[in-house]
């Protein structure tokens, strides 16, 4: 019963340095997504993926990379960290198919310093 | 662009009392809505959908009507309890294109004894 697991839960950076989170699910889906959750801003799309080996831009792409080289993970990264990426992360994943529900892990939350 | 906008809260309620959180939208076509509740500490998780206009989405006592002709997707419960108490989000999606999820800002409901 694991779903959507999110590694690390909590990550302390200083500005400029780097890190990668990542995102593994284990119900064979083929939609990932990385979100970012922000103080009366809701949940934003950084990047998503719908399949192994593809990656797309999603409304707030810029200082974030991500990779999908596995089905089942979705890594994303920070190569210079700023403080205003401080947020709370959601790694999401959903089913190919017509209004399907979206899964999220329990989030990380990231403070750049 | 798509859009959805809540009310904005915290919303504090006594246990029994009537909810209604409201959600409106702008999206061109037909996209399907939905509510998402995140408990405290805790990923988001989905309360109910509704594909298409006039469906209704219910669970857990909760429901929501599709209003295409108001862009309307309120959320309502007849008698809250304290285990209620989370944030609520609206969103809308479209099929194709990787499911997209465009959230709201999110509501806070509080239900006191």
């Known amino acids: 019963n694991a779903g959507v697991t999110q590694t690390p839960k909590f990550r302390v950076l200083k500005t400029g340095q780097s890190m990668t989170l990542l995102c593994a699910q284990d119900m064979n889906h083929e939609y990932m997504y990385w979100y970012r959750q922000d103080p009366g801003m809701g949940l934003r799309l950084i990047h998503y993926?719908?399949?192994?080996?593809?990656?797309a831009k999603g409304e707030v792409p810029d200082g974030y990379n991500v990779s999908r080289l596995k089905k089942q993970n979705f890594l994303l990264g920070l190569e210079s960290a700023a403080p205003s990426q401080t947020s709370v992360y959601f790694c999401a994943s959903s089913y190919q198919g017509r209004n399907t529900e979206a899964f999220f892990g329990q989030g990380t939350r990231l403070t750049v310093v | 662009g798509n859009s959805v906008t809540q009310m904005e809260g915290p919303v504090t309620l006594s246990e029994e009392a009537f909810l209604t959180i409201n959600c409106t939208y702008t999206a061109t076509g037909y996209p399907s809505l939905f509510w998402y509740v995140q408990y405290p500490g805790e990923g988001l998780q989905l309360l109910l959908k509704a594909t298409k206009a006039d469906d209704k989405g219910s669970n857990k006592g909760f429901e929501a009507t599709y209003r295409k002709e108001t862009t309307s997707f309120h959320l309502e419960k007849g008698s809250v309890q304290v285990s209620d108490s989370a944030v609520y989000f609206c969103?809308?999606?479209?099929?194709?294109?990787?499911?997209?999820?465009?959230f709201g800002t999110g509501t806070q409901l509080k239900v006191e004894l």
């Open positions: 993926s719908v399949g192994e080996g593809t990656t």
């Open positions: 969103a809308l999606s479209y099929t194709g294109g990787g499911n997209k999820l465009t």
